[in-house]
């Protein structure tokens, strides 16, 4: 990551909507290069903190600064700087591909060559197509198209992949990070936990308008000391209690042949084999699962424990 001076900058960022605080004092920064993540229940504050972000909303209290600029005072100048691909949008039935990209390029005063967005997208073929006519994961690669129009320093990128097959979803990562590998800062959201955990370098976590967690999907998962689960068939009859007595085991679950042992320790599984072996016991299809980022998330949102809500 680099050490210049962070692409985002905001301290105490708050935003109410009469008597609710959608956003409640949030500081953070993110750095040039990064592939920054905010991922938060329904109501959380995403959307709000991002309009502020973006210039689409003034915040209440607190300073933002955007590649070192403001979007309240700067907006003309941020813009030509920025790129946005909305949680929802949509284009006329009948525009064609290259007349959408033509119609945004028109509003920057140096934008980017976009025939070349179009391979890099794999819709050059779409180029005559009408925007009914694209799937789901054709709208989502032009409206990243448009995003990137105007070469921008900063992408945002909101919900990018909500409503995707999980092979558009795919594909859509591989797009991020290649955005990144041109220099770009990318920051998103989303309410897919691998997403964030798979392309994000670090993420914030937030609820009722506060962070609730900020730090590396890695550092994440380590803290929330979860508990590692195999998951094993065994053979007809097989009596799992004796597994509760193992040193490390916290709960075992037994559902017809399927078993779950959940506990902690390096050793757990070593443990776990070792005693089936021992007594005997033939079993099948044995898989370890360990915490992830959604394990974090369901615990940091179940605990903040705040009241109200958000956008």
């Known amino acids: 990551m680099s050490e210049r001076v962070p692409a985002i900058e905001v301290d105490a960022l708050a935003k109410s909507y009469g008597r609710l605080k959608a956003v409640d004092g949030v500081s953070f920064s993110v ?45 003309n100048a941020l813009r030509e700087r920025i790129g946005v691909q909305l949680q929802q949008s949509a284009l006329p039935d009948d525009m064609k591909v290259w007349e959408a990209l033509d119609l945004f390029a028109s509003y920057y005063r140096r934008p980017a060559d976009w025939k070349p967005l179009l391979e890099r997208l794999e819709i ?68 897919y936990m691998e997403e964030a955990e798979h392309l ?32 094993f068939t065994a053979e007809p009859g097989f009596d799992a209690a004796p597994l509760r007595a193992l040193p490390g085991v916290a709960r075992v679950e037994k559902n017809g042949n399927k078993v779950i042992v959940a506990g902690q320790g390096d050793r757990l599984i070593v443990v776990v084999v070792n005693a089936l072996d021992a007594a005997g016991v033939r079993f099948r299809d044995l898989r370890t699962e360990q915490p992830d980022l959604e394990d974090v998330f369901l615990a940091l949102t179940a605990e903040s424990g705040l009241d109200g809500g958000a956008r």
Request: charge should be positive; charged fraction near 30%.
């Open 124 to 191: 050059t073929d779409k180029r005559n197509t009408r925007f009914s006519k694209l799937s789901g994961g054709q709208k989502q690669r032009l409206f990243i198209a448009l995003a990137l129009v105007n070469d921008p320093e900063l992408v945002f990128l909101d919900e990018l992949t909500t409503g995707l097959d999980p092979h558009a979803r795919r594909s859509m990562w591989d797009l991020v990070r290649a955005i990144r590998e041109r220099g770009k800062t990318v920051f998103l959201t989303t309410h």
């Open 31 to 75: 750095g040039v290069g990064e592939i920054f993540g905010m991922v938060g229940p329904n109501g959380a504050g995403k959307t709000t903190t991002i309009e502020c972000l973006e210039g689409m909303r003034f915040p209440d209290g607190g300073a933002v600064r955007v590649l070192g600029l403001d979007p309240r005072k700067d907006g």
């Open 200 to 231: 994000c370098d670090r993420v914030l976590v937030i609820d009722h308008g506060r962070i609730v967690a900020l730090d590396t999907p890695a550092s994440l998962v380590r803290g929330l000391k979860g508990e590692l689960r195999i998951l």
